[in-house]
């Protein structure tokens, strides 16, 4: 029996692509010698596709695809697919929630901690032979008894919030809607949550409706003791304003695992002691990036048997009202 065509958009993990050529015939995009011509010449061949966050879905190519019925993503985050045309287009878009909640949160967790100890910069110390030399380091600061702010209180910002309880810190959430089921307060007023707030762990989505909303006016809410955490998208912060208000001081330090341009970080941040630097790790572990890998699969194998897939993303309402 011939194996069905997928489509696939871009680079992804091994393990994956092994899976996927057990099961279809793998059309990899980025190894044609010329995609735009392959896709022109083959695009109504794949009713279905495999994509990452990373790689992204653009319009064209659901264009180049008129018989496109699945897009089946690797991670959480939707910004980098053209979610609203697919789904105008009847074209159902499948993620991988829930997975990688424990990890991102412990991403955020692990830089909110390093961040408040200088973990990094006194490593950075010892290494350089600066204690024998110039004695104990300036002190950290704890965390317990502090008010830290969680922006999108989400599956991901609930995990982070789980675990903030246990390190006694006071927790209060920013979202757009206040949830019934927290114990937690809602901080309608970001700015004023930023003003009292130790830290602030960033994790809603990024897209036009989250562009640039840590913005100066929140940074400078912060203030040169506050810590910025961003384990969400690079979008949602304004990185040059960030860049300015750690230079001149005004912001106390940042823990970053996202950025405006992956895979590339303002230089300027290089020389700032007070700033950790992850390259976009927030799933990345072994065991988490196996069972995103396995929800793409089980999502693959329920659309070609015709049955209902795991993690269908719901109807967006612009896709609604272009399909009405
Ligand atoms: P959810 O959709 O479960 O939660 C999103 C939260 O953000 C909700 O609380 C929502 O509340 C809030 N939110 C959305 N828009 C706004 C807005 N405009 N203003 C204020 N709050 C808003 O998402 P997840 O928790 O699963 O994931 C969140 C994001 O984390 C992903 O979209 C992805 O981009 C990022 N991520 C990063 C990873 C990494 O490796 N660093 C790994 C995994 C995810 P409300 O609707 O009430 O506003």
Redesign the pocket.
Known sequence: MSRPDLLQAGPLMPYLVEELERRFTLWPLHEQAEPAAFIAREGRRFQAAVTS?FVGFPADLVEACPNLRLIASF?????SLALPYAQSRGITVTNT??V??D??AN?AIALLLACSRNLVANDRYLRAGQWPRAGDPPLGRGIAGRIIGI????????VIAQRLEAFGCVIA???????ADVPWRHAPD?VALAREAAALIV????GP??QH?IDAEVMDALGPEGLLIN???GSVVDEAALVTALTEGRLGGAGL??YQNEPHVPEAMFGLDQVILQP?????TRETRRAMADLVIGNLDRFFAGEALLTPLALSPSSRSVSA
């Open positions: 966050t991670g959480v985050g939707t910004d929630p829930d990688l909640n990890d991102t991403m922006v999108g209180l989400g599956r991901i910002g609930m959430y920013h979202t757009r809607n206040l949830r970001l994790i809603v989505p990024g409706a989250t909303m384990v969400a998208r695992d996202v976009h790790q927030g799933s990345a």
